[in-house]
């Protein structure tokens, strides 16, 4: 016998469609329901052809009018103006945009922070743009989503760029900042620098699980226990007061610094260093703003694509809520060249 979607449908007594969505998890029908044609399809071997599924899904997009949004972009940074205003959220934002448009999808876009806006209220506004999927952009002091939106994380597919969140964890796409630092750490060295140091916010570090640290630690096992050097995790204290980055400074006495702060290359010309001539400067996130930075680019606009290729998935197998197992993609990063730095292999005729 074979099993179609209509044998099912009459063993429930439901329609065809109704099982067509329940095996999407379409939230319009019950979880009792769904979760009662789910078993029905397993015990007796159903399974969704999923190139059918998703021609079928293509051709629901283009039958939507072109101005109704169908994914959502929201922006979870404090700031309701990150997605022009901030360093780095805005390349994030652009890939996105640019591979919804590639696949057929439209973006609807929402703050959020935004006061006063409930779960319940949240599904309402979701549900009438015609909302299938969203990605959260840009969460950077913190990675546990505001508790009135639990509610819509379970009923809309989401992903999340950037950073991974904890509380609930969802399924994620960034760069392999792990794989940044210890680049980066491997490039200075290549450079013939001796004395790397790293210059990071605490809170950042831990935003990301402190992978940019780790990364940075592997990278001092290359070295001899005599110029493995402590990072300098008080930069949000040293902008009130530089002489504490001038202590540690004076104390470990780097030749080259990896940080993500345009505001490390100005205590060092304070002190009149010479860049690069005295001490290098290494961006651990290349911006186009700052061409002349040598660094890693991290390819932020490039997670934002493969966040829209996994949100589109997602709604492809019907997958929503918040997964027993969340699923990563990490983006390599690639250096940048730039006049921050110099070879001094050069000048010395040897590498380390």
């Given at each position: 016998?074979?099993?179609?979607m209509?044998?099912i449908?009459?063993?429930?007594?439901?329609?065809k469609?109704?099982?067509?969505?329940a095996?999407r998890?379409?939230?319009?029908?019950?979880e009792?329901?769904?979760?009662k044609?789910r078993a029905m399809?397993?015990?007796h071997g159903?399974?969704?052809n999923p190139v059918?599924g998703e021609?079928?899904?293509?051709m629901?997009i283009?039958?939507k009018?072109?101005s109704?949004?169908?994914?959502?972009?929201?922006?979870?940074n404090?700031?309701?103006?990150?997605?022009?205003k901030h360093a780095?959220v805005?390349?994030?934002?652009?890939?996105?945009?640019?591979r919804?448009k590639a696949?057929?999808?439209?973006?609807d876009t929402?703050w959020l922070?935004?006061?006063?806006?409930?779960g319940?209220?949240?599904?309402?506004?979701?549900?009438?743009?015609?909302?299938?999927g969203?990605?959260?952009?840009?969460?950077?002091k913190?990675?546990r989503?505001?508790a009135?939106?639990l509610?819509v994380?379970?009923?809309?597919?989401?992903?999340?760029t950037?950073?991974?969140?904890r509380q609930p964890?969802?399924s994620f796409?960034c760069?392999d900042h792990f794989?940044?630092?210890l680049?980066?750490f491997e490039?200075s060295?290549?450079l013939?620098?001796r004395r790397?140091?790293l210059?990071?916010d605490?809170?950042?570090?831990e935003?990301v699980d402190?992978?940019?640290?780790a990364?940075?630690?592997?990278?001092?096992?290359?070295?001899?226990k005599?110029?493995r050097?402590r990072?300098?995790?008080?930069?949000q204290?040293?902008?009130?007061?530089?002489?504490?980055?001038?202590e540690?400074?004076?104390?470990?006495?780097?030749?080259?610094i990896?940080?993500l702060?345009n505001?490390?290359?100005?205590w060092?010309?304070?002190?009149?260093?010479g860049?690069p001539?005295e001490?290098g400067?290494?961006?651990?996130?290349?911006?186009s703003?700052c061409?002349e930075?040598a660094g890693?680019?991290?390819?932020?606009d490039?997670?934002?694509?493969f966040?829209?290729?996994?949100?589109?998935?997602?709604?492809h197998r019907g997958?929503?809520?918040?997964?027993e197992?969340p699923?990563g993609t990490?983006?390599g990063p690639s250096?940048r060249?730039?006049?921050?730095?110099?070879?001094r292999?050069v000048?010395?005729?040897?590498r380390?």
């Open positions: 016998m074979k099993v179609t209509q044998w449908a009459d063993q429930v007594g439901v329609s469609n109704a099982v067509s969505l095996l998890n379409d939230p319009s029908i019950s009792a329901m769904r979760k044609i399809a397993e015990k159903y399974r969704r059918f021609l079928m899904s293509q629901r283009k039958s009018s072109a109704q949004a169908n994914l959502g972009l929201i922006n979870g404090q700031s309701a103006a990150a997605f022009k780095t805005p390349s994030y934002v652009q890939g996105c945009r640019r919804a696949l057929g999808y439209s973006l929402f922070f935004e006061p006063g806006v409930s319940s209220r949240w599904l309402e506004i979701l549900e009438a743009r015609g909302i299938r969203i990605v959260l952009v840009g969460m950077m913190e990675n989503l505001p009135q939106f509610e994380v379970e009923r809309i597919p989401c992903v999340v950037g950073v991974r969140t964890a969802l796409a760069v794989i940044l630092a680049r980066a490039k060295l290549e013939g620098y790397p140091a210059v990071l605490r809170v950042i570090d935003l402190t992978r940019f640290s990364g940075f630690y592997a990278g001092q096992e290359l070295l001899p005599a110029r050097l990072p300098f995790f008080q930069v204290q040293a902008k009130h007061d530089p002489s504490l980055f001038h540690w400074l004076e104390r470990e006495k780097p030749d080259v990896f940080t702060y505001v490390v290359h100005d060092l010309r304070a002190l009149k260093l860049i001539s001490i400067l290494i961006q651990l996130e290349w911006r703003n061409p930075w890693m680019n991290q390819h932020n490039i997670v934002g694509e966040a829209i290729d996994m949100l589109i998935g997602m709604i997958e929503s809520g918040v997964p197992f699923r990490l983006i250096w060249e730039g006049k921050t730095v110099i070879d292999t000048k010395s005729g040897q380390i």
